[in-house]
């Protein structure tokens, strides 16, 4: 039953973190389906109606799109494939390059500050610990450096 209970509480607290994230990410999945389907599913619908109108199969097919592939049908059709194809590509670019950028502002504002609280406290008790000589198992990457004696004792008040 205990086991029950830790399982359910893990469960309940990764819900709990992940729940803000879901319209977010529901946008970016719906706006990255969206267009992907659209450009990459126009490219290819373009691209297998010139296949079949204007090219045609074996040698004789080669041969005569010598003669079809200048009319306005076909051309129309190879440029919208390789404009919806530009699209595609553009779009996946755009994309990725969004995602990053939000991820990027997302850990400056959430992550960065906690990295940067965490290695002050690392160089704090390195300063501390060379002020009173305590010897440590693992040292920090700072070098040590004296503290006042004020910032000293705040800290020693908490071994």
Request: glycine content about 8%.
């Amino acid at each position: 039953m205990i086991f029950f209970t830790a399982f359910s509480a893990w469960v309940a607290s990764v819900w709990g973190c992940v729940v803000p994230f879901i319209p977010g990410f529901a946008g970016i999945l719906a706006y990255t389906v969206g267009t992907h389907a659209i450009a990459f599913g126009g490219s290819w619908t373009a691209a297998r109606s010139y296949a079949i109108s204007c090219v045609g199969e074996g040698a004789s097919g080669l041969y005569n799109s010598y003669w079809t592939f200048g009319s306005p049908t076909c051309t129309a059709m190879l440029f919208s494939h390789v404009v919806l194809l530009a699209v595609a590509v553009a779009s996946m670019i755009s994309t990725l390059v969004i995602f990053a950028w939000v991820w990027y502002r997302s850990c400056k504002r959430t992550v960065m500050p906690v990295v940067k609280e965490i290695s002050q406290e690392w160089i704090d008790l390195a300063r501390i610990e060379a002020h009173y000589g305590a010897k440590r198992t693992t040292t920090p990457t700072v070098s040590p450096v004296f503290v006042s004696d004020s910032t000293a004792a705040r800290y020693a008040e908490g071994f």
